[in-house]
């Protein structure tokens, strides 16, 4: 991307600080692509009234569900989805699955793919429940080896009803949920895109996708507390803030 050049451009002609520079956009859920071209150009960065797109609940709640159909023994994505969106499994059985598991030495996926045979103590409606959750896990699974990252988590998000419970709502908080979710898909795409761009479309799986989320996430966590930063934060949350550079994005016709 054009601004992160320019960044780095005007830091080394005008010996300016990251932190007297700024990124102006008009909606949240357009920090994503900002953010990424920052973290892959080590430029270090802040958010300014609001939480980075990585760390937002809904965009967690989805990666959980891509991590645990990566790796089904994945137990703090298990824990985040098993309820999510709500299927009436709640904490207690939650916490009876976590027992068992520890009791056996195995995993939580383990526990309710054979609950008879750990013993797992859940009357016939939950089990029926778990085995649902478990066969929906299971089907995206199958379909991993064969869908790009952009199809299968569109089906991920359809079929487990993310997407459903994301766009019921229609307050303004909602709304900005559904902004991150549509931002979300556009990222899947252009990293297919981009992986087909260079002949590389067998690296555009959904392990290829959550190894380049995490080493974006990893680079985001280096580097000193105490550095200067360059902001990123809505045209509305920059009232009264001055800088020396400012760089205004995504002001498209109809955003």
Not at 17 to 32: E, F, V
Not at 125 to 149: A, C, M, P, W, Y
Not at 210 to 232: C, F, I, M, Y
Request: proline share 2%; aromatic share 8%.
């Amino acid at each position: 991307m054009f601004v992160e050049v320019d960044l780095q451009k005007h830091r080394k002609e005008e010996s300016l600080p990251y932190g007297s520079m700024a990124i102006l956009y008009r909606t949240n859920s357009q920090s994503r692509a900002l953010e990424e071209g920052l973290m892959k150009h080590a430029i270090p960065y802040v958010m300014v009234g609001n939480v980075k797109f990585y760390d937002r609940k809904e965009i967690k709640d989805i990666i959980a569900y891509f991590r645990l159909v990566a790796n089904p023994d994945d137990e703090e994505a298990f824990k985040r989805i098993i309820n999510y969106p709500a299927r009436g499994i709640g904490a207690t059985t939650v916490m009876k699955i976590a027992d068992c598991a520890h009791l056996n030495q195995v995993s939580f996926w383990e526990v309710i793919g054979n609950v008879e045979h750990y013993g797992l103590n859940v009357n016939k409606g939950t089990q029926t429940k778990l085995e649902n959750f478990r066969l929906l896990i299971s089907s995206f699974i199958d379909r991993s080896h064969t869908l790009d990252v952009y199809e299968l988590g569109d089906a991920i998000i359809r079929e487990s009803r993310i997407s459903e419970d994301i766009m019921s709502g229609k307050n303004a908080d909602d709304l900005a949920r559904q902004e991150n979710l549509e931002e979300f898909l556009s990222g899947m795409q252009t990293f297919v895109a981009g992986r087909q761009e260079e002949g590389r479309m067998d690296e555009a799986y959904l392990t290829d996708y959550l190894q380049d989320v995490a080493l974006l996430t990893d680079a985001d966590s280096e580097g000193e507390k105490d550095e200067p930063r360059v902001s990123l934060m809505t045209i509305h949350a920059a009232k009264g803030l001055e800088f020396a550079t400012v760089f205004v994005v995504g002001l498209e016709e109809n955003i």
